[in-house]
């Protein structure tokens, strides 16, 4: 493949635009029914989960249906409903709960706190090494524009740590951890937001969340205190595999490209299309596979259109398709055996000194004209 | 149980502020209803006045009151968006004691999404919502004679204060004059009869195509002593300004104008070009834009230094969202206009092209 050319990154833009507007012309009850469908499902499955985990002590069986049904209400919350929800895809409804305004969700990040970094920093400098924290999250080496650090050797380690505690790496990493509470303080970062306010944040939704399901809800249930508490603990870290195995797979796979900052400087809107694509990935399923992802499975879709409702990503995945085809832009997708599994290859990889390796780690820089 | 505790146990249990708030989505009714900010309601009746005003009857929660004359947001979904517009009451005070109901009386503006939409989609038992009872259109004084001057869909809060206030005996005297063109008054039995019923209601019916706009032969004509009466106006903004602008310059006093101004733009009927005022509401300033200038309100806010979140300044992120209260924005990155009404817009993209005001 080449580089697009100025003149062909314009017409991108048009089309993509293009497809854009068709959707957004005909978003209306139907996205609303969907989302609202979504969130009864959702609701009703963390009550019958709830109570399912108070009846363990009946039969075990009664509790492994619970902590399914629960970690199945705190995945959607999460990913279909809590994600897209603060994008601002459902913002058009006017309505006072479903909106990225006031949405809170059932993670240990507080739900603001997020938006900031996630909306605003990953969806606008999307693999801009320097610019997108959440490429490695600060923790993990994904490519030599990093040098090589005697302690990415376990990298491996630390990776499947963070997938067990996504929700707490994720807290950590949006206020930006390691500059509010270790002072570690980049010159060109604007704060917007200043340290107390993200750390009273970080702290009063943390200890709500470990409040609700590690004191509240086990103390409600009496004499069955430590079934639900287990119960809880276990499809909290369930969700959590889940969500960061997803996440994983959108930018970490081999073909994902990464960027300079030079590079991206007053970019065109078609240039910023063309980088979306090329730095995200997909991964193939079934329509129940793609609800749990929140449709993250068409991350490609999501970053070139973050805030349309997300379930119309499975319809834009035709055109968007072939859009790339016609540009001879890679359409980085596989099943979710082949995505997780270049994941892994990537992380390790990159935990050794090794040479670049231009056909699994493209850089934009590399991609001739 | 204090509200208080409930809100933070609904908090961390579910993330929400209450409990009801939870289980919204299972229930039919809005979920606006669940803020404290509006009343379940449904529609019971809708009756057409004519080819372009109906009547919506609405059946209120036990809770709802309202003074003659004030207006309420009525809030419907309309194609999975929540839209509310404003309207006034134009039924009687008797009619809510009696059946709970209040009318809407409502004019189908000709290039407008929401009024004909809600004549032609809401039917008997719709749900819908309604806020409070709002606005300062309300009698000054019962002992003070009144003059009434309508013009159009501005006759349907007089309706009520009609209706509420004669029944009880409240005025010495009081003169409606009523303009309407082509003689499309609506009310007029009702209002002819209230005549006969109250010898101190005096009733005027003005065609504007064949007598014009109000003037001061007119006044004198048909209300002598208007000078000692308080001047309740309901119209346009045209009408109220023309009307006003001649009252005082015939010696009435500002103090004894009440007036009620009836606004509905529609992109149709916008001058691009033209000069425009931006209310940004919580910071108390005002800021003037020249007609040529083409800002979006983000920059605006900024060179004013109004203070505003922002961040990706290309309408992806939408950390710049804001409530935009009123007013008409083109938004650069869908090349759409907004509807007028309240709605949350990203200020990055969105050029004012009206009047607007904003929460911020």
């Known amino acids: ?369 | 149980m204090s509200r208080s505790i409930l809100k933070s146990l609904s908090l961390t249990l579910f993330n929400i502020e209450s409990f009801s708030a939870f289980f919204a989505p299972f229930k039919k009714t809005l979920p606006q209803t669940y803020t404290n900010n509006f009343y379940a309601a449904k529609v019971v009746n809708i009756f057409d006045n004519n080819d372009k005003i109906y009547t919506l009857t609405i059946k209120v929660n036990s809770r709802f009151s309202f003074y003659p004359g004030q207006y309420v947001e009525l809030l419907v979904e309309m194609n999975g968006r929540y839209i509310k517009r404003c309207f006034s009451i134009s039924s009687s005070l008797k009619q809510l004691k009696q059946s709970k109901t209040i009318n809407l009386t409502i004019k189908k503006q000709v290039s407008g999404k929401v009024t004909p939409w809600l004549r032609n989609n809401l039917t008997i038992n719709s749900k819908v919502a309604i806020s409070k009872a709002k606005g300062e259109f309300t009698l000054k004084s019962k002992s003070k004679n009144s003059l009434f001057i309508a013009s159009g869909s501005g006759i349907t809060p007089f309706k009520s204060l009609l209706l509420s206030n004669l029944t009880n005996g409240s005025f010495q005297e009081i003169t409606l004059i009523y303009f309407e063109r082509g003689q499309k008054h609506i009310f007029v039995q009702e209002l002819e009869q209230l005549t006969h019923t109250y010898p101190n209601f005096k009733l005027i019916f003005m065609d504007t195509k064949k007598q014009g706009r109000l003037s001061i032969k007119q006044l004198a004509l048909h209300c002598d002593d208007f000078l000692s009466r308080d001047i309740y106006l309901c119209g346009s903004a045209n009408m109220i300004q023309d009307n006003t602008q001649l009252l005082i310059n015939n010696s009435v006093s500002e103090a004894h104008i009440i007036s009620e101004q009836f606004t509905s733009i529609q992109v149709t009927d916008l001058n691009l070009k033209q000069d425009r005022i931006i209310k940004y509401a919580k910071s108390n300033k005002t800021i003037f834009q020249n007609k040529d200038e083409q800002n979006n309100l983000l920059s605006l806010a900024q060179n004013n230094k109004i203070h505003v979140n922002y961040g990706c300044g290309i309408g992806i992120c939408h950390e710049c969202k804001c409530k935009k209260h009123s007013g008409i924005v083109f938004n650069t990155k869908t090349q759409t206009y907004s509807d007028n009404g309240e709605e949350d817009i990203q200020l990055c993209i969105s050029i004012p092209v009206s009047h607007v005001s904003l929460g911020l």
């Open chain 1, 1 to 369: 493949m080449k580089k697009i050319n100025e003149e062909q990154m314009a017409n991108l833009a048009l089309e993509l635009n293009a497809v854009r507007d068709k959707q957004l012309a005909d978003v209306g009850q139907n996205d609303a029914n969907y989302i609202r469908k979504i969130i009864k499902i959702q609701r009703s499955a963390e009550i019958i989960g709830r109570i399912f985990i108070v009846s363990g002590f009946i039969s075990p069986f009664l509790w492994v249906f619970g902590v399914l049904a629960l970690s199945l209400s705190k995945i959607l919350d999460n990913m279909e409903i809590g994600h897209n929800v603060l994008h601002g895809q459902y913002d058009w409804m006017n309505d006072p709960y479903i909106n990225s305004q006031q949405f809170e969700w059932d993670i240990a990040c507080d739900a603001a706190s997020w938006r900031r970094v996630h909306n605003y920093e990953h969806h606008t400098y999307t693999n801009i090494i320097g610019k997108d924290r959440d490429f490695g999250y600060g923790l993990l080496r994904l490519s030599n524009d990093y040098p090589w650090r005697l302690k990415n050797l376990w990298q491996s380690v630390i990776y499947v740590i963070l997938s067990v505690l996504f929700q707490w790496g994720i807290s950590f990493h949006e206020l930006a951890g390691e500059r509010v509470f270790f002072g570690k303080k980049k010159a060109n970062r604007q704060n917007k937001t200043s340290d107390e306010q993200l750390k009273k944040a970080f702290f009063s939704k943390g200890a709500r969340q470990i409040v609700k399901d590690y004191i509240l809800f086990p103390v409600l249930a009496g004499p069955f205190f430590l079934w639900v508490l287990v119960g809880n603990l276990a499809a909290n870290i369930i969700r959590n595999l889940w969500t960061s195995t997803i996440i994983f797979c959108g930018h970490f796979t081999s073909g994902s490209f990464t960027f300079t900052e030079q590079e991206c400087e007053n970019e065109s809107k078609g240039h910023w299309y063309y980088r979306q694509m090329l730095g995200s990935a997909n991964i193939n399923g079934g329509k129940i596979f793609h609800i749990l992802t929140g449709h993250l499975s068409f991350q490609v879709e999501h970053h070139l259109f973050p805030d349309i409702p997300a379930h119309r990503y499975v319809a834009i995945s035709k055109d968007v398709k072939q859009i790339a085809k016609k540009y001879d832009i890679p359409y980085n997708t596989g099943s979710f055996t082949k995505q997780y599994f270049s994941v892994l290859k990537r992380v390790f990889y990159f935990s050794f000194p090794v040479k670049d390796d231009k056909s699994l780690y493209p850089k934009f820089s590399e991609l001739k004209k």
